[in-house]
């Protein structure tokens, strides 16, 4: 897979300027939702309804928020047949799979920790 990137200058992609458009797109898809919207489309297409039940507790409003978001910034597709009722799909575009490999370490790592973490929250709140 070809991730194309666009070109732009290292200050617009400083995660670290309060301004730059790198800290913009870190904050869109570094939230729960984002994160768990993605990894549950994984190689999927699903519809609205379906990534509502793959993404438990998410509210209507916060799904409809963050699939809008991710589509803006060209990770996630949206699909509209020109069927009644309109039936509309949702899938990873190539970025957004890239972002799903990244994902897809950190939920590895919260697999691998999960004992060690739990531990220290329960020594830490003792």
């Keep these: 897979m070809v991730t194309k990137q666009l070109s732009g200058t290292a200050d617009e992609a400083d995660l670290r300027r309060a301004d730059s458009l790198g800290r913009e797109i870190f904050s869109d898809v570094a939230n729960k939702w984002a994160l768990l919207i993605i990894e549950a489309l994984?190689?999927?297409?699903?519809?609205?309804?379906?990534?509502?039940?793959?993404?438990?507790?998410?509210?209507?409003?916060?799904?409809?928020?963050?699939?809008?978001?991710?589509e803006r910034n060209g990770l996630v597709e949206r699909t509209v047949h020109p069927v009644v009722p309109p039936r509309v799909e949702y899938t990873l575009t190539d970025p957004g799979q890239a972002l799903r490999v990244t994902?897809?370490?950190?939920?590895?790592?919260?697999?691998r920790y999960f004992g060690h973490i739990e531990a220290s929250r329960h020594r830490f709140d003792a």
């Design 103 to 111: 994902i897809d370490g950190l939920c590895d790592w919260t697999h």
């Design 42 to 70: 994984g190689e999927h297409t699903l519809r609205f309804g379906e990534l509502r039940n793959e993404v438990e507790g998410i509210s209507h409003k916060m799904l409809t928020q963050n699939l809008r978001m991710l």
